[in-house]
């Protein structure tokens, strides 16, 4: 009997299925490990992956930005890794070979007439529920610093406007966290509710588009942008971006905490918690050295006058 060819959609298909019944979600990365199978078996390659091979398919892009490439490759030595301890043929791309796969770039941090403008600027928008949903969730954002698929999950379950509290359910790492709100948030959550509830009571989800189906990212991403327009990033970046305002966030509470009598000192640790952070360094990817926040600093360091 022949034995059946081990295609390399086969090989990912059983990776993907392994990681994911250990917790794991991998959404992009699976979205591309896949994309690598169907160039692997289209190419008519067989047998375990190569360096050539995924290096060729990881550089394809050719316009795209050099780190790009290289988290291309990342992710699939990651899977070569897993497949040579069942094919010991499988080889390991060089690492670093096209370059860093992480980069911070620098966060555009909105100041508080940026913000203000893009509130005024949804407040505007035409539509019977549309002004009402932006506006609300743009000052959410900005005020509680969550992810925005965060907010866009929410449902009126998670919504507890009478405690002032939202639940995130199964986010980041499957973390479900309690995010308490500033009475002002919780005020402009319940106008929005009511709005809500006169044209969609049935509807679950907290916040909907016209049609009162659960709002889809891409399509707040699109409209933000518009929002934007005209606001131009201190990053470097082509656009600012929806999360640029939880690193806003991250920055203002800093800031305000250093400035407070009881400083920042050992507080960081609530911000990590609140922001739904597994680990306290997570949360230093957020924080920017504004001088603002240097000057602050600089003060903890003064010493005392002889």
């Known amino acids: 009997m022949s034995k059946t060819k081990l295609t390399m959609q086969c090989r990912v298909r059983a990776y993907l299925a392994q990681r994911r019944a250990l917790g794991y979600r991998l959404r992009i990365e699976g979205q591309l490990l896949l994309n690598f199978a169907r160039f692997a078996d289209r190419s008519g390659h067989s047998g375990p992956a190569t360096k050539g091979l995924m290096l060729r398919w990881a550089t ?44 911070r770039k620098p966060a555009h941090l909105f100041t508080m007439g ?64 309690l995010v308490p709100l500033h009475p002002s948030a919780v005020a402009a959550l319940k106008r929005y509710h009511r709005k809500r509830q006169r044209l969609y009571p049935q509807a679950q989800p907290f916040f909907l588009s016209e049609q009162g189906y659960r709002l889809a990212y891409s399509t707040v991403r699109t409209t933000f942008r518009k929002l934007a327009s005209g606001m131009v990033p201190a990053s470097g970046r082509r656009h600012v971006r929806l999360h640029d305002l939880r690193h806003t966030f991250a920055c203002r509470v800093l800031l305000r905490w250093e400035r407070s009598k009881g400083r920042a000192l050992g507080r960081l640790a609530i911000l990590s ?34």
Do not use: N
């Open 60 to 103: 394809l892009p050719t316009q795209a930005d050099p780190l790009y490439k290289a988290r291309r490759l990342e992710i699939v030595g990651t899977f070569a890794k897993h497949q040579i301890m069942l094919e010991p043929l499988t080889e390991l791309p060089p690492r670093h070979v096209l370059g860093p796969a992480h980069r």
């Open 114 to 177: 940026q913000i203000r403008q893009l509130l005024a600027r949804a407040g505007r928008m035409p539509g019977k529920l549309r002004s009402h949903t932006y506006r609300t969730l743009i000052g959410l954002l900005a005020c509680s610093g969550l992810r925005i698929s965060e907010a866009l999950a929410l449902t009126l379950e998670d919504t507890d406007l009478e405690h002032g509290v939202l639940t995130i359910r199964e986010s980041k790492y499957r973390l479900t966290r």
């Open 273 to 306: 918690r609140y922001l739904g952070h597994a680990h306290v360094t997570d949360t230093y990817w957020y924080l920017t050295a504004t001088p603002a926040l240097l000057a602050e600093a600089g003060r903890s360091f003064q010493l005392p006058s002889l």
